[in-house]
């Protein structure tokens, strides 16, 4: 039977909690609700394991800020994405927050559905990247062979089956995971299939983005198209081009966490991929190609 995700509540006003609790209510969420920032410290302590902690920012003695740091600076507790919520929403205070690692920013008073949607995605993610990391030591001999080649994929299945696959070679794995991931979702999704920014931010918000993306891959508009990927092995690294069959996107807007992106629950990925899960990354052209490159494990050199 799979667990239920569990979500880590901290804010320091008793109403917020019910909010927030009664906003969730139905949701497959088991919820923690604690009332500062010293008691989430606690609970982390404990070893309590969570798959997104939505943090309100200004509290007395630990505010969220205090948490954010401590919480990026644990290696157990990096990867936990963080719903940072807050009436402080100038552009200069969301800012701190995202450079602090703030995966979501929420902005009070907030509606049922964005929250909703937020912690879907939050949870999705870091879900997703949990069970491709648990399937890297299946995938381990897969392509341990393979110093130079190409594969080719279409679908989302593939496209993890691939991330886990190609992250077993990386010297670490779980961010491999994670940015790998990233780009090749990004390159079915929006590269062949034309699921724009905003289209995913509704899809999100409507609990549809992975059945539109099965509806599009059977249509035959795009039932043709394909993402390649190149590996080449050389000198200790592992050296990656993803290329899509779509004309391509502004990806200047998104190698950075973007206070204007930073209320919805998509559009931050390609940033995430790009600081924790390589050593380099370049997107090449239009934007349909993605050049990548990660220090390989020992033994996969």
Known sequence: MTRQARLLVVDDEEINLEIISEFLDGEPYDLDLVDGGEEALERFAQGVEYDAVILDRMMPRVDGMEVLRRMKAEPRL???PVILQTAAAAPEQVAEGLRLGAYYYLTKPYHRDSLRAVVRSAVGTFT????????IDRYQGTLSLLYSGVLRFCTLRHARSLTAALS???ADPQSACLGLG???VNAVEHGNLGITFHDKARLLSEDRWEQEVEARLASPQYADKYVEVHLEREQGLLNITIRDQGPGFDWQRYLELDEGRAMYPNGRGIALARHIGFRSLAYRGTGSEVFVTLVAAPGHA
Do not use: F, K, R, V
């Open 168 to 170: 077993g070679l990386a």
């Open 182 to 184: 990233e780009l090749l």
């Open 128 to 135: 997703a990247t949990q069970d491709l990391a648990s399937e």
């Open 78 to 80: 990096l990867n936990i």
